[in-house]
């Protein structure tokens, strides 16, 4: 059974950093495209990361520079490096699984989330 | 503002058909078959209910549908049922820097 786990969440300062974690398990995360997804208190959806298979990462253009996305292979464990947090990335994050059917622009599985917020 | 524009809600009573419509561009929608749709219960992360358009996942019931026409995809669901009222939210490949972009997402209420 495919799950995925988020931790890491919590309350930090406007500038501060934070580590997202996303464990998974029953499908290997480096063999997978491997997404995080946040969500704004009542709000909508927004992509944030993305991380191939072959190790290319893509971010959007409001967290670039700031959010760094990696995979550790040994831990089948995705993360999310957070840094100059602003109140605006105040959200609930979810990392995400894309499906398998090519180019894969979908997510098939998601993480329960874990809730960022960013406030002094 | 979301990339896609979703009704903020639709309504419809148990039994009946109701239609979300996903608006976009060429860029995103209209440009490629890259369209997922997504459900979500209040407080639960989203489930997705069908991709690249029309594309229905292993357990999804086969009364959630998906298409497309021009910049505008739509997803379908017909024989309305309680357990069907939570948000939707529609999603596109973009070609611009984005990658994937949502729809500001739409709440369905079974009356």
């Known amino acids: 059974e495919v799950q995925l786990v988020e931790s890491g969440g919590g309350l930090v300062q406007p500038g501060g950093s934070l580590r997202l974690s996303c464990a998974a398990s029953?499908?290997?995360?480096?063999?997978?495209?491997m997404s995080w997804v946040r969500q704004a208190p009542g709000k909508g959806l927004e992509w944030v990361s993305v991380i191939y298979s072959g190790g290319s990462t893509y971010y959007a253009d409001s967290v670039k520079g700031r959010f760094t996305i990696s995979r550790d292979n040994s831990k089948n464990t995705l993360y999310l490096q957070m840094n100059s947090l602003r109140a605006e990335d105040t959200a609930v994050y979810y990392c995400?699984?894309?499906?398998?059917?090519?180019?894969?622009?979908?997510?098939?599985?998601w993480g329960q989330g874990t809730l960022v917020t960013v406030s002094s | 503002q979301s990339a896609l524009t979703q009704p903020a809600s639709v309504s419809g009573s148990p039994g009946q058909s109701i239609t979300i419509s996903c608006t976009g561009t060429s860029s995103d929608v209209g440009g490629y078959n890259y369209v997922s749709w997504y459900q979500q219960h209040p407080g639960k992360a989203p489930k997705l209910m069908i991709y690249d358009v029309s594309n229905r996942p292993s357990g999804v019931s086969n009364r959630f549908s998906g298409s497309k026409s021009g910049n505008t995809a739509s997803l379908t669901i017909s024989g309305l049922q309680a357990e069907d009222e939570a948000d939707y939210y529609c999603s596109s490949y973009t070609s611009s820097s984005t990658y994937v972009v949502f729809g500001g997402g739409t709440k369905l209420t079974v009356l």
């Open positions: 029953g499908f290997t995360v480096s063999s997978n495209y």
């Open positions: 995400a699984r894309q499906g398998s059917s090519w180019p894969k622009y979908y997510f098939d599985y």
